[in-house]
């Protein structure tokens, strides 16, 4: 895998010019816009013109737009000269929302806004975490735009294996409260997002997002999960460790997900959020007949490594190089 990268780097000039930025801290400042929309709150967005394809990112859970890898997407597609969009979701980052009330029905809706009001013509998606799973929602909703994905410790269904994992007593507190928390480690760049501030090493998750995720399942059909009750919760009352969430149970027999672009699939060996198999289970789920993953050994859930930065480059690069040549 090392010799391969490295022979893509050494074999495209472009390519390892861009590489020398990342790790390195942005080299390229770029401005926060808003988007209206008459009935959802603004988001902020940075919007860089360029060739196409254009490439979009979709950060993760409890994260932001300025974080490492869409700060790195950001200075090799100014590179390489690709068009290049990122943004924060409803109630994250630097867009507007009440960060109390979200859930994936609403970030769905928001990805779409992007790519139907901010992007012309083909994009890959690269999509972080949770931004992975709505990187391939969006491509089933989209798929005569999106024409490439890249995921990055992919958590499809997160909301709902994080609720799994809770204990009898956990389910029963969550129930009578309508939400629950649990540990989080801030970006290394401040994102006040959904539920935290930088400062703090939890987020609240409300069940009435573990119920709304439910219809947006990837890995399992739809099926109810828990009512939300009204919240009385003690916001000071440090939340209790998780248990580690449970194995993956068996893929079940579903239809595949009519995604057909080309998809490209990086995972941290040693990933304690999404466990590595996560990966392949989502590459089974999708039609795609050209479905890439890549595990790379000692790399965490954050991928943020410059090793790890500079993989994504590589990847992307290729994936760019596959959609321009072989069309």
Known sequence: MATAVMAAFLSRPRLLAAARSLGGGSRWKSSVSYLSRADSPRLAYSLSAGKSPGVVFLPGFASSMDGAKGTALHDYCHSVGHAYTR???????????????????????????VLDQLTTGPQILVGSSLGAWLMVLAAVARPERVVGLVGVASAPDF?????????????????????????????????????????????????????????????????????????????????????????????????PLPVRCPVRLLHGLADEVAPWQLALRLAERLASAEVDVALRKGAGHRFSEPADLRLLASTLDDLVDRLTTHT
Do not use: N
């Not at 979200?102 to 970030?107: E, L, S």
């Not at 573990?210 to 059909?221: D, P």
């Open 87 to 113: 943004f924060d979701y409803t109630g994250c980052g630097a867009s507007e929302g009440d960060s109390s009330h979200w859930g994936m029905g609403q970030w769905k809706s928001d990805v779409l806004t």
């Open 159 to 255: 909301l709902q294996r994080v609720y799994s994992s809770l204990t009898d007593e956990e389910r029963a507190e969550a129930q009578r409260t309508g939400e629950f928390r649990i540990p989080h480690s801030p970006p290394s760049s401040p994102a006040p997002s959904p539920t935290s501030s930088p400062s703090k090493t939890h987020v609240t998750i409300p069940v009435a997002a573990v119920v709304e995720a439910a219809r947006h399942s990837l890995l399992v059909a739809p099926a109810p999960a828990p009512a939300p009750a009204a919240s009385t919760a003690d916001p000071a009352a440090p939340p209790p460790p998780l248990p580690p969430l449970p194995p993956l149970p068996p893929l079940p027999p579903l239809p």
